[in-house]
């Protein structure tokens, strides 16, 4: 999602479409007696580049492929995480506008507020994951002489649980606990096996076909009335065909 | 210094729901108007392309049309002995950016308040007596049903809104909702057809003696010209609607219903990605001269105009009178002053059933797909011997199965690990809900003021919100969730959870985008910041529209009535202000 082309290019179309009739005193951005309609020309989303880190560290893509593959692991119903490619889902978030916390407020004085106050930290979510995970690989080779990835599935399970049960506490830094770090991956986690495909997570649409959600369809006006009975048809993402 | 720029009949500050509808009316009756906005031009084939439309994590998760906390933020707390942090994000509640506003991406659930609410505090008294409202700020609006209802039926036919009447003229209606004040017609297309779980809710309740209707949908039924003669088409119930913009222009929005009328006048100008920073007043503080803005270049530019109306949302209405010294801003301590005054949300809870054997295609869903019971809310039901006063809607509406964040399940499953996936799969198709959405009484210490320490990035203080569920609507929505509670037994569902509301708003998840009051409409210049044509007491040249206006929050979502009010408004300034410009109330 390249915010600023799209608001360049809206304020553009907007201009250009104006020109005629431009107020000659106000900016680029005036409209008047038109309607600026530029049919096709929105923004589709970029399918992630699937080859390669973009923001993660070689030390950094092993631990959170294995945290991605205790959260969401290999079973009958559904590839585990890394096969779905959360890691690399997370990957691109980070080295993007989710990353550098484009959206937020994040002007000072940050001061540490209550629960329901939300975050206060004066990381970015990119800045989290660095100390969030380095933290976490600290943990696992004080207690257990090893990297976070290099555990056995049933100790990382005991590390995750600890973390999201809050008796686990990494050394992280005041205003970010160990609870948010952990619910931030758990989050970002099932975004990637959840979101369509083109963003690097959820491939072969296996999270869709595993719950029967039928993705970016558009109509279900021939399924309305169709009371207590499956929808028939497979699921389908922006990019691809029926999968 | 700002560039200054030809006056104008009328400058517009916000272009999304109610500022479109100020355009409209006010440039049809001959005034030349401009309109600022400070987010980007969108438009339904360009910016909601139905390509790629439905895509949960651009729009839902990251929220890529609303209103971005770098831009604008505010600050919250509970109660005034804490200290106000910045929400970083916006979560509780999701203002919009740009063309259209929060209109663009809503839901459409399209209520009418009941003439009970607009004369809250007779009608209370009159019941019950003025002693059971001690506590609560409730106050009339100082217009009537009366007064009201043509506008409310404007809004409706502008939209197309798909519904059932339940009263009309007086008459009770079998099918629509008994307790709705007195319409003068029908909606103007039919309900919306209605998959399993409405279906099945409505059956239910009305097995137990309840009233279900449809809910009133600005997600048509059906294909519609409006009285503009902009066309709309048929929702398909593709299940991206609140939080999306509607590929199908069948949502209705500024957008949907207007823009294309508008956008043609010689008399209209809008100029987008341009913030307004405040209104200016003349020297002796009672008239406004211009407005000041600065455009996506950092350019200041002052636009002079005789008369100022705010649009920008009820929070951000209220920002911009305290930021320009319009009124006097309300104290909680003395009860003075009232700007600020009267700051409502919505008091919600829910019920979530889960079976076995039967299979909902949540994912089939709109913004307003659903059916409703009205038997709890506003007054409908004898508070006698009750301990609290209000109520709440009580709504099956199946908006979407959007898998990242719509995955209900079981209590007690994992959220991760071994065994979340198996809960997933059989909360995902077996399971339903219906919700209480509860009305929010105003009481002394919820309020909005300037925050002292926080400010946006032209260095101006964010808004600062003190809000908590009052005890009086704690009472109501524990009584909501017991009727929940009982309304569910005989589902049969394996498993029924219900939630109950507790003290300490939390900003963090989202509950709904319903901030009211703060620049309350009213016939008390010492009760009230606008008179009953949402006119600035104290600057009769400023009106300010949007939910700010309302006394309290129903049981209802609002725009329905800010629609109304914005319609009611500038009928207001077009057949009364520009012949006689002045006070339209003598106080
Ligand atoms: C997810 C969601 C679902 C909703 N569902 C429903 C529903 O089902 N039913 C219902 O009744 N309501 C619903 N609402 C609420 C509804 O969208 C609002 O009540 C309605 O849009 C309010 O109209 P408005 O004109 O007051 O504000 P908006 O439509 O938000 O318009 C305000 C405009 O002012 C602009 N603006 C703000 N500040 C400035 C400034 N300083 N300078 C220039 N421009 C400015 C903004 O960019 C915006 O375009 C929902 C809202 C959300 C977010
Ligand atoms: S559910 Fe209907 S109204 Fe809503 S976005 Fe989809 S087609 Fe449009």
């Known amino acids: ?243 | 210094m700002a560039k200054l720029l030809p006056k104008r009949d009328a400058v517009i500050i916000g272009l999304g729901w109610t500022g479109a509808i100020l355009a409209q009316q006010l440039t049809e009756a001959g005034l030349n108007v401009v309109a600022i906005e400070r987010g980007p031009w969108r438009d339904t084939p360009t910016d909601f392309n139905v390509a790629y439309m439905q895509d949960e994590l651009r729009y839902a998760i990251r929220k890529e049309l609303f209103l971005k906390p770098s831009v604008e933020a505010m600050t919250m707390r509970n109660t005034v002995a804490q200290t106000a942090m910045p929400m970083r994000d916006y979560g509780s509640f999701l203002p919009g950016d740009g063309v259209g506003g929060a209109g663009v991406h809503w839901n459409g659930q399209t209520w009418r308040f009941w003439s009970s609410d607009f004369s809250i505090r007779s009608h209370l008294a009159q019941r019950y007596g003025a002693a059971r409202m001690n506590g609560l700020m409730l106050q009339d609006w100082g217009v009537t049903w009366n007064e009201i209802e043509p506008s409310f039926d404007k809004f409706e036919y502008l939209c197309g809104i798909s519904g059932k009447a339940g009263n009309l003229k007086g008459r009770v209606v079998p099918g629509g909702n008994p307790f709705e004040s007195a319409r003068s017609r029908d909606y103007p297309t039919p309900p919306m057809k209605m998959s399993y779980a409405p279906t099945l809710f409505a059956q239910m309740v009305k097995e137990q003696g309840y009233h279900p209707f449809p809910t009133p949908s600005a997600n048509l039924s059906t294909a519609y010209v409006n009285p503009l003669g902009v066309r709309m088409g048929q929702c398909t119930y593709c299940g991206f609607c609140e939080r999306f913009a509607c590929g199908n222009y069948s949502k209705a929005s500024a957008q949907t219903t207007i823009l294309p009328v508008l956008m043609k006048k010689p008399n209209f100008e809008l100029r987008t990605e341009c913030e307004v920073l405040k209104v200016n007043l003349a020297p002796d503080g009672k008239m406004a001269k211009s407005v000041t803005y600065i455009d996506a270049k950092g350019v200041e530019y002052e636009q002079p105009g005789d008369i100022v109306v705010i649009c920008a949302y009820a929070l951000m209405n209220v920002r911009m009178m305290l930021l320009s010294k319009i009124g006097a801003q309300y104290d909680p301590v003395t009860g003075q002053g009232t700007v600020g005054r009267n700051y409502c949300y919505q008091t919600g809870s829910g019920a979530r059933m889960f079976f076995e054997g039967k299979h909902f295609n949540p994912f089939i869903g709109a913004g307003t797909l659903g059916q409703t019971m009205d038997d709890f809310n506003g007054d409908a039901f004898d508070h006698g011997p009750l301990d609290f006063l209000g109520g709440g809607g009580i709504n099956c509406v199946v908006t979407n199965g959007r898998p990242i964040s719509n995955r209900p399940t079981a209590p007690g499953s994992p959220r991760w690990g071994a065994g979340w996936k198996k809960a997933t799969i059989e909360g995902y198709n077996s399971s339903m809900g219906f919700s209480a959405q509860g009305s929010s009484y105003p009481v002394r210490e919820n309020y909005l003021d300037l925050d002292p320490t926080y400010t946006d990035r032209h260095g101006r203080p964010l808004l600062r919100i003190t809000f908590d569920f009052p005890d009086n609507d704690i009472r109501m929505s524990h009584f909501m969730s017991d009727q929940l509670e009982k309304i569910s037994k005989p589902f049969g569902a394996k498993v029924t959870t219900v939630s109950r509301a507790k003290k300490g708003w939390d900003a963090v998840p989202y509950q709904s985008t319903h901030n009211t009051g703060g620049a309350i409409m009213g016939g008390d210049p010492k009760t009230s910041a606008v008179n009953k044509y949402l006119q600035s007491w104290d600057v009769p040249n400023v009106f300010v529209i949007g939910a700010s206006a309302f006394a309290h929050n129903a049981g209802m979502n609002p725009t329905g009535t800010v629609g109304a009010l914005a319609f009611w408004a500038a009928q207001a300034i077009t057949t009364k202000y520009i012949k006689s410009p002045g006070k339209l109330v003598r106080a």
């Open chain 1, 1 to 243: 999602m390249s915010e600023q082309r799209a608001l360049s290019r809206r304020r553009l179309l907007a201009s250009v479409a104006a020109l005629p009739i431009l107020a000659a005193t106000a900016d680029g951005a005036s409209i008047s007696g038109t309607m600026p309609w530029s049919p096709f020309a929105g923004e589709p989303p970029k399918p992630v580049n699937p080859l390669g880190w973009y923001f993660f560290t070689p030390d950094e893509v092993v631990t959170i492929e294995a945290v991605v593959n205790r959260l969401i692991p290999a079973d009958n119903l559904s590839p585990g995480g890394k096969a779905s490619g959360c890691a690399v889902y997370i990957d691109r978030q980070l080295a993007g506008a989710f990353g550098q916390a484009q959206r937020l407020y994040m002007k000072g004085p940050f001061m540490p507020g209550l629960p329901s106050q939300g975050y206060q930290g004066d990381l970015t979510p990119a800045g989290r994951y660095r100390l969030g995970l380095r933290a976490l690989n600290d943990y696992a080779h004080a207690t257990h002489k090893r990297g976070f990835a290099q555990l056995a599935p049933a100790q990382q399970d005991a590390v995750l649980a600890g973390m999201d049960g809050g008796k686990i506490a990494l050394r992280l830094k005041p205003g970010f606990s160990t609870k948010e770090f952990f619910e931030m991956m758990l989050q970002n986690s099932m975004e990637g096996f959840f979101a369509d495909p083109l963003y690097g997570g959820n491939r072969n649409m296996a999270s869709w076909k595993m719950i029967g959600f039928p993705g970016a369809r558009y109509d279900y006006r021939d399924h309305i009335d169709k009371h207590n009975v499956p929808y028939p048809r497979p699921p389908v993402s922006i990019y691809s065909a029926e999968g």
